[in-house]
């Protein structure tokens, strides 16, 4: 795959070109004599390449025993897309539901992604995380400043979503720009929940921010903005110092570049480590003179809306021979050959874990009775065990034999609720899924489990290293059990 030119060198070549090059004066329309309207303008048939270097360098911030353990971290990204608009503004008042806000996005674009290549460094073991080839078209979402990502194709995994979803993305910039005409050294104050959504963060308690429109040459305005951020990202505080400057093309009402540097440290969370580094973001965007990969024939999957509100991810476990689908809610936490954990959070609040395991197959017609589940739900639980909220025996969609137990008890002197999941297969494979939370996370955990549930599917294993056929087959090797 063809690779990019070094971005940041990139960067001021085309700068230089756009105020050096041609012989032709550029003609810009100032507002008056003074101001410069900084205004996008929206094209649906436009298409633009956009090149995105991103670097990271610092720490990871683990909890330890006694003190926090810290490794080292070096990320490396180097983006190419095409990027076309398909939708700017709110859809009529008459097409929207209950909750408009859920109902009106701002901004609907495709991206069609021609190179992802990231190194990430932690405590000198790589890795090198890839988009599938076939979850290479995206669609853009924004609804206010909320920026949402899904693919026409099937359900991204975590790790794709973060490999596109970084810091400076340009429908998130241009909600930075100035409202109003202005003129060379205007200076205003950032919006809090748009610098939210520029760095990635859920909410910015406070912002010292501030942009100054500091030139205007040959028909492009330099506009530069720093200061520092307090906010929160998935529940965990965050503190966002930042420089950066963005050149904007008067002529075309688009943004052409962005440089950005920073350094945030980030406290240790219900689903990430902390972080205390520095990055570097620096991204080109170029009209292109043809539509590419997103011609209205290529974007055919991209058409109507219904799907633009799906935005559950997949995972996938040969290990443990399942495959999930969730909402972005979830997160996985740990994995091995004996089980994966994920846990909910939402608005920043750890609602729920999930703890899937495999069982030992079972022969065809051996199947446990749901009251033996019960009884070895209740004997595992021991003192911790209350009461059986409900129970209950279905069959999936896909065909699955699933027993359901709702269970009552406390841990710690706290109530406690756990869901447990007994699945099997028509050919006798079993897994276990247990749902742990506090008492007083019930409601807003919901169906949560039910979701995961309905789209789990059994896969092929693929034997740990550590197990022999005969350790796989006679269930030594597996840990949980409900």
């Given at each position: 795959?063809?690779?990019?030119?070094?971005?940041?060198?990139?960067?001021?070549?085309?700068?230089?070109?756009a105020?050096?090059?041609?012989?032709?004066?550029?003609?810009?329309?100032?507002?008056?004599?003074?101001?410069?309207?900084?205004?996008?303008?929206?094209?649906?048939?436009?298409?633009?390449?956009?090149?995105?270097?991103?670097?990271?360098?610092?720490?990871?911030?683990?909890?330890?025993?006694?003190?926090?353990?810290?490794?080292?971290?070096?990320v490396?990204?180097?983006?190419?897309?095409?990027?076309?608009?398909?939708?700017?503004?709110?859809?009529?008042?008459?097409?929207?539901?209950?909750?408009?806000?859920?109902?009106?996005?701002?901004?609907?674009?495709?991206?069609?992604?021609?190179?992802?290549?990231?190194?990430?460094?932690?405590?000198?073991?790589?890795?090198?995380?890839?988009?599938?080839?076939?979850?290479r078209?995206?669609?853009?979402?924004?609804?206010?400043?909320?920026?949402?990502?899904?693919?026409?194709?099937?359900?991204?995994?975590?790790?794709?979503?973060?490999?596109?979803h970084?810091?400076?993305?340009?429908?998130?910039?241009?909600?930075?720009?100035?409202?109003?005409?202005?003129?060379?050294?205007?200076?205003?104050?950032?919006?809090?929940?748009?610098?939210?959504?520029?760095?990635?963060l859920?909410?910015?308690?406070?912002?010292?921010?501030?942009?100054?429109?500091?030139?205007?040459?040959?028909?492009?305005?330099?506009?530069?903005?720093?200061?520092?951020?307090?906010?929160?990202?998935?529940?965990?505080?965050?503190?966002?110092?930042?420089?950066?400057?963005?050149?904007?093309?008067?002529?075309?009402?688009?943004i052409?570049?962005?440089?950005?540097?920073?350094?945030?440290?980030r406290?240790?969370?219900?689903?990430?480590?902390?972080?205390?580094?520095?990055?570097?973001?620096?991204?080109?965007?170029?009209?292109?003179?043809?539509?590419?990969?997103?011609?209205?024939?290529?974007?055919?999957s991209?058409?109507?809306?219904?799907h633009?509100?799906?935005?559950?991810?997949?995972?996938?476990?040969?290990?443990?021979?399942?495959?999930?689908?969730?909402?972005?809610?979830w997160?996985?936490?740990a994995?091995?050959?004996?089980?994966?954990?994920?846990?909910r959070?939402?608005?920043?609040?750890?609602?729920?874990?999930?703890?899937?395991s495999?069982?030992?197959?079972?022969?065809?017609?051996?199947?446990?009775?749901?009251?033996?589940?019960?009884?070895?739900?209740?004997?595992?639980?021991?003192?911790?065990?209350?009461?059986?909220?409900?129970a209950?025996?279905?069959?999936?969609?896909?065909?699955?034999?699933?027993?359901?137990?709702?269970?009552?008890?406390?841990?710690?002197?706290?109530?406690?609720r756990?869901?447990?999941y007994?699945?099997t297969?028509?050919?006798?494979?079993?897994?276990?899924?247990v749902?742990?939370?506090?008492?007083?996370?019930?409601?807003?955990?919901?169906?949560?489990?039910?979701?995961?549930?309905?789209?789990?599917?059994?896969?092929?294993?693929?034997?740990?290293?550590?197990?022999?056929?005969?350790?796989?087959?006679n269930?030594?090797?597996?840990?949980?059990?409900?």
């Open positions: 795959m063809k690779r990019i030119t070094p971005i940041g060198c990139l960067t001021n070549v085309l700068i230089a070109a105020i050096l090059g041609s012989g032709d004066p550029l003609s810009v329309q100032a507002a008056d004599s003074n101001r410069y309207d900084l205004k996008m303008r929206q094209s649906y048939s436009e298409v633009a390449d956009v090149q995105v270097a991103y670097e990271v360098q610092g720490q990871l911030v683990l909890p330890g025993e006694t003190e926090a353990e810290k490794l080292d971290l070096e490396t990204a180097n983006l190419v897309y095409q990027d076309r608009l398909l939708f700017f503004g709110e859809i009529p008042e008459a097409q929207q539901g209950a909750e408009q806000e859920e109902k009106s996005p701002s901004v609907q674009a495709a991206r069609y992604y021609d190179q992802v290549d990231v190194a990430m460094k932690i405590n000198n073991q790589e890795r090198t995380p890839l988009l599938r080839d076939q979850r078209l995206i669609g853009v979402q924004r609804k206010n400043t909320i920026l949402k990502f899904h693919s026409p194709t099937g359900p991204l995994r975590r790790e794709e979503l973060d490999l596109i970084l810091p400076g993305d340009p429908y998130v910039l241009q909600l930075i720009l100035p409202n109003e005409p202005i003129a060379i050294g205007t200076i205003w104050q950032q919006d809090a929940s748009a610098l939210a959504a520029l760095l990635g859920d909410a910015v308690g406070e912002s010292d921010v501030k942009s100054e429109l500091k030139s205007v040459e040959r028909g492009y305005a330099k506009v530069e903005f720093s200061g520092n951020i307090q906010g929160a990202t998935v529940g965990v505080a965050s503190e966002i110092a930042i420089k950066a400057r963005y050149y904007f093309d008067l002529r075309r009402g688009k052409a570049s962005l440089q950005m540097v920073g350094r945030e440290r406290g240790i969370g219900h689903v990430s480590p902390g972080i205390e580094a520095t990055f570097r973001l620096k991204m080109v965007l170029e009209p292109r003179t043809d539509a590419g990969k997103l011609s209205d024939g290529e974007l055919v991209m058409r109507g809306t219904a633009w509100d799906n935005q559950q991810l997949a995972y996938h476990s040969a290990v443990l021979g399942v495959s999930l689908q969730h909402d972005q809610h997160f996985v936490t994995e091995d050959d004996r089980a994966t954990v994920l846990r959070v939402h608005r920043g609040e750890l609602i729920a874990q999930c703890n899937v495999a069982l030992p197959d079972i022969k065809k017609g051996k199947a446990i009775t749901l009251s033996q589940f019960q009884e070895d739900i209740k004997k595992n639980l021991g003192t911790n065990f209350g009461t059986f909220v409900n209950g025996e279905s069959t999936s969609r896909r065909g699955h034999l699933v027993y359901r137990v709702e269970v009552a008890g406390t841990a710690s002197e706290l109530p406690v756990w869901i447990y007994s699945l297969d028509t050919q006798g494979h079993r897994l276990a899924l749902f742990t939370m506090e008492g007083d996370q019930v409601q807003p955990f919901g169906a949560a489990d039910r979701e995961i549930v309905e789209h789990l599917a059994f896969v092929a294993r693929t034997l740990p290293k550590t197990a022999s056929p005969t350790e796989a087959s269930g030594k090797k597996e840990s949980a059990k409900p």
